[in-house]
């Protein structure tokens, strides 16, 4: 069992940063990979990032690639997300998951934080 709680999100102004911060509860965090996804208003959950359980394979969708980086420290059994340069299209709410592969849905989510993002 995982239990994540998601934290950091807020109002940006468009060009600003963010970081996210989903702290786990358990031992067993290292053993899992980590990923995020957002909901945008009336649309699907889609994939944002993710990375290995070791933290050394990162994947990102082709909408936040080289403006978000993901990135964990197990010791403190949290995964966190720096969003940079970021868009009122990356307004969500953003959601940390947990699961055996990196990039596939696992079985453990958090509730989510809120990020907008004024134009």
């Known amino acids: 069992q995982v239990q994540l709680v998601e934290s950091g999100g807020g109002l940006v102004q468009a060009g600003g940063s963010l970081r996210l911060s989903c702290a786990a509860s358990g031992r067993t965090f290292s053993s899992y990979a980590m990923n995020w996804f957002r909901q945008a208003p009336g649309k699907e959950r889609e994939f944002v990032a993710a990375i290995s359980w070791s933290g050394s394979t990162t994947y990102y969708a082709d909408s936040v690639k080289g403006r978000f980086t993901i990135s964990r420290d197990n010791a403190k059994n949290t995964v966190y997300l720096q969003m940079n340069s970021l868009k009122p299209e990356d307004t969500a709410v953003y959601y940390c998951?947990?699961?055996?592969?990196?990039?596939?849905?696992?079985?453990?989510w958090g509730k989510g934080t809120l990020v907008t993002v004024s134009s």
């Open positions: 998951n947990a699961g055996p592969i990196a990039t596939t849905i696992g079985d453990y």
